[in-house]
T-cell receptor, first 112, second 115 residues
Framework: NAGVTQTPKFQVLKTGQSMTLQCAQD?????MYWYRQDPGMGLRLIYY???????DKGEVPNGYNVSRLNKREFSLRLESAAPSQTSVYFC???????????FGSGTQLSVL | DQQVKQNSPSLSVQEGRISILNCDYT??????FLWYKKYPAEGPTFLIS?????DKNEDGRFTVFLNKSAKHLSLHIVPSQPGDSAVYFC??????????????FGAGTQVVVTP
């Protein structure tokens, strides 16, 4: 019963470095999402993929890119990390989008 | 500007008593509301939801009330248990299909249930 799996769990980057956050779900869900959580802000949507082969911007997409590799996997890439991208990142999936989202356990990212 | 607001960052309640968490929203296009629960170092987990065609939804100890005219919803937990200690997020989405899953979250309320 893995659900939504995110890797890595923790990462420290220097300003300007790049990295990719990986996400995979085993529930055969169509829709996948990337959120970030900052103190006092709740969760904010970065990018989402309504179905395999499609991606679209959310509320805070600047500085990020995504790839929906297949139905299971949805990755988030930081091309040139900035301190403002220090946050906890959550991947989520849902069957059709209207129903509840299932979240991964998060990636704590620090950019120095 | 946050469209979903949880104005109480924290709530302390005694075990066995009722916990009431509040949430206000500003966007009248929202028609589906959810509550998520989050423990430290874990992702949020779905707790309960309500559609705008209802004003109440119950699931065991958890009840969500929706007041559309006031753009307000609340989550009642009765009775509160120590395992309910967590951060609770209120979330909302609009009625158009392209907004489904694109949830707007409140900042969360930390609930502490004391013995």
């Amino acid at each position: 019963n893995a659900g939504v799996t995110q890797t890595p769990k923790f990462q420290v980057l220097k300003t300007g470095q790049s990295m990719t956050l990986q996400c995979a779900q085993d529930m055969n869900h169509n829709s996948m999402y990337w959120y970030r959580q900052d103190p006092g802000m709740g969760l904010r949507l970065i990018y989402y993929s309504a179905s395999e082969g499609t991606t679209d911007k959310g509320e805070v997409p600047n500085g990020y890119n995504v790839s929906r590799l297949n139905k299971r996997e949805f990755s988030l890439r930081l091309e040139s990390a900035a301190p403002s991208q220090t946050s906890v990142y959550f991947c989520a999936s849902s069957e059709q989008g209207r129903e509840k989202l299932f979240f991964g356990s998060g990636t704590q990212l620090s950019v120095l | 500007d946050q469209q979903v607001k949880q104005n109480s960052p924290s709530l302390s309640v005694q075990e066995g008593r009722i916990s009431i968490l509040n949430c206000d929203y500003t966007n009248s296009m929202f028609d589906y509301f959810l509550w998520y629960k989050k423990y430290p170092a874990e992702g949020p987990t779905f707790l309960i939801s309500i559609s705008s065609i209802k004003d109440k939804n119950e699931d065991g100890r958890f009840t969500v009330f929706l007041n559309k005219s006031a753009k307000h919803l609340s989550l009642h937990i009765v009775p509160s248990q120590p395992g309910d200690s967590a951060v609770y997020f209120c979330a909302a989405s609009g009625f158009s299909p392209d907004s489904w899953g694109k949830l707007q979250f409140g900042a969360g309320t930390q609930v502490v249930v004391t013995p």
